[in-house]
């Protein structure tokens, strides 16, 4: 009984002393009493600092707090591309869409637009994953899509914007790369003797990416398809559009004899797939040349 009135006793002086607590936490916030402007300004110093995570902190507490504004509005920008740099991409493009989403007329849509397509850019394990892994037929290309369909989005809504001719020249980058991840799948068929999955593919890459660098490849590796399926009308009809379309493509690899064709087509094409000449003075040796972008994705400010 005694036990019983003790715990008793002891709830309401737990209960003050949580209470107390709770208050004692709010008065240690020093950002408690900020205005928006100094929410902003700190949060802003912070992300110019590259304390990155401090920055999120500041900048949801500026949009829970300020909700509207300017301050709050430029803060939704600051916190995308803080979240980027983070390597936080899913909040990064979640904080992307939410600002294209409540203010579709923002001056600043177009850049809002051109970090989504940084974030799919610039994911490893979806673009540059795609030139890893053993199995090529096991690559998911998905990244590289998603930032081509943004990056053409953003050149379509706003050929103005000072984002548009870096926006197509990653996609032409994007297209080639593309390209060449399916033709490299073709050829994985091919090798392994999946002759009807390599035509499938190799047809895929002719449809999907003529004007493609490696459309010529793609090409030997239909007419090669055809020729092991047992289907000669079909090669023949491949080797005349070759012959038609590139002439001096059959005598190059002649020359080459040392090599598998394939690999007359590894060494022979890395050159063209960047569609970027190695020779620029701005491109250096540790960092390739699309990793460069305007202002180095920085958002803009008002």
């Not at 989403?101 to 979806?126: I, Q, S």
């Not at 540059?128 to 998603?146: H, I, M, T, W, Y």
């Not at 050149?155 to 548009?164: D, I």
Request: proline share 5%; glycine share 4%.
């Amino acid at each position: 009984m005694k036990t019983r009135l003790s715990n008793l006793l002891l709830v309401p002086i737990l209960l003050s002393q949580m209470i107390f607590l709770g208050c004692a936490g709010l008065e240690e916030d020093p950002t408690q009493n900020w205005t928006a402007e100094e929410l902003y300004t700190n949060a802003k110093g912070r992300l110019d600092d590259k304390f990155y995570a401090q920055s999120i902190d500041l900048y949801k507490k500026l949009d829970l707090r300020y909700p509207y504004g300017p301050f709050a509005q430029q803060g939704k920008i600051d916190v995308a591309y803080a979240y980027w740099k983070t390597n936080d991409n899913a909040s990064a493009l979640m904080a992307c869409d939410r600002f294209i989403r409540e203010h579709p007329e923002h001056k600043h849509v177009d850049y809002l637009m051109y970090l989504k397509a940084l974030v799919y850019f610039n994911d490893d394990k979806g673009l540059l994953g795609l030139f890893v892994s053993k199995n090529l037929a096991e690559r998911d290309p998905g990244s590289a899509r998603q930032a081509f369909d943004t990056l053409r989005d953003l050149v379509k809504r706003f050929p103005e914007s000072r984002y548009a001719e870096d926006a197509q020249l990653r996609m032409a980058y994007l297209v080639n790369t593309l390209a060449e991840h399916e033709t490299s799948v073709a050829e994985y068929y091919y090798r392994r003797g999946a002759y009807v999955a390599s035509i499938n593919r190799a047809q895929a890459v002719i449809e999907t990416y003529p004007k493609a660098p490696h459309t010529p490849r793609a090409l030997e590796i239909l007419a090669a398809s055809y020729e092991k399926s047992g289907l000669p009308d079909s090669k023949t009809k491949i080797d005349t559009i070759i012959n038609l379309n590139f002439p001096g493509l059959r005598a190059a690899m002649a020359e080459d004899a040392d090599s598998a064709w394939w690999d007359f087509w590894s060494k022979s094409s890395k050159a063209e797939v960047s569609g970027v000449d190695a020779s620029e003075p701005d491109i250096v040796a540790d960092k390739p040349w699309w990793k460069f972008w305007v202002d180095d994705g920085k958002p803009p400010q008002e």
